[in-house]
């Protein structure tokens, strides 16, 4: 085996543990109210609306991808594009989750507001332990 062979082995051996060990410590993070959210969307008879900016964009239309496969009606909506006129999609009976890396965003901190305006199911998830969501809570329903 040659050495660029080796290093590209040694490479994704180490990326699937980075992964690995990421996978536990979301397992380890899992709490009720992730038992909230998913009730929440079982019971609803709206859409399941996930929202992001940037890599969190990313993830949340693999969500809105994957519960539509499963028959979860489900919308993505831009964060950024959410501010500038696309709120009118969101309806009363929806459920709205916002995801961000730390929930501190000019754009992520307006989106709990939503569920002022709409009376709608909010719910925020961050990398960061406990963000202020522009001093929301994390969840608003």
Do not use: Y
């Not at 699937?16 to 959210?37: G, P």
């Not at 949340?60 to 594009?81: E, R």
Request: charged content about 20%.
């Amino acid at each position: 085996m040659g050495k660029t062979e080796a290093l590209i082995l040694e490479t994704a051996r180490r990326t699937l543990e980075i992964e690995v060990e990421t996978l536990q410590k979301l397992r380890e993070s899992l709490e009720s109210s992730f038992v909230s959210v998913v009730e929440a969307i079982f019971k609803s008879s709206g859409r399941t609306i996930v929202t992001g900016i940037g890599k969190s964009a990313l993830v949340a239309q693999k969500i809105v991808a994957t519960l539509n496969s499963t028959g979860t009606p489900a919308s993505f909506l831009h964060a950024g594009d959410a501010i500038h006129g696309d709120l009118g999609m969101i309806r009363p009976e929806d459920i709205v989750i916002c995801l961000s890396k730390s929930g501190e965003t000019p754009r992520s901190k307006c989106s709990p507001r939503w569920s002022d305006i709409w009376a709608i199911c909010w719910w925020g998830w961050s990398a960061e332990k406990i963000p202020s969501w522009g001093g929301r809570p994390i969840s608003c329903c």
